[in-house]
């Protein structure tokens, strides 16, 4: 769960009974298997961040603490800048007018987003504790 998902737009509308409702469905669910998946955002906005991790410890759901993903590597932001004007009929000069792009968007080791994140390191510990979910094929 983020930002952009049901529980997360109430969050960010302030409506906590229907974050929390939500989310209880969510782990009705997937019990032993829903996860808040918390991303530190790159225009800085903590809001949801801060919100979801007081949700996720009121109801004893864990969080994992992730980093928002474009690119493999720091080095290749310029070439993840070329290829997104390119996508989208853009110049260098007109990339104000898409979502925020930045260097700090590439993927991290669990130790690196560990040392960066801005949340408790209690509740993202309560997932690396639970054992590894098993998937039975043909079920569904």
């Excluded at 004893?60 to 800048?81: G, K, W, Y």
């Amino acid at each position: 769960m983020g930002a952009a998902g049901d529980v997360g737009q109430a969050l960010l509308g302030e409506r906590g009974a229907l974050a929390a409702e939500r989310t209880r469905y969510w782990m009705d669910l997937y019990p032993s298997a829903f996860t808040w998946n918390c991303i530190a955002p790159a225009g800085g906005d903590e809001t949801h961040l801060h919100a979801a991790v007081a949700l996720a410890q009121e109801l004893q759901c864990p969080v994992v603490a992730t980093n928002d993903v474009r690119f493999l590597d720091a080095a290749e932001f310029e070439a993840h800048e070329a290829r997104v004007c390119i996508r989208e009929g853009r110049t260098l000069d007109d990339l104000a007018a898409l979502p925020p792009l930045t260097e700090q968007q590439y993927l991290r080791s669990a130790q690196r987003c560990r040392s960066c994140s801005r949340i408790s390191p209690k509740p993202c510990q309560q997932r690396r504790d639970r054992p590894p979910l098993q998937c039975a094929p043909g079920v569904g």
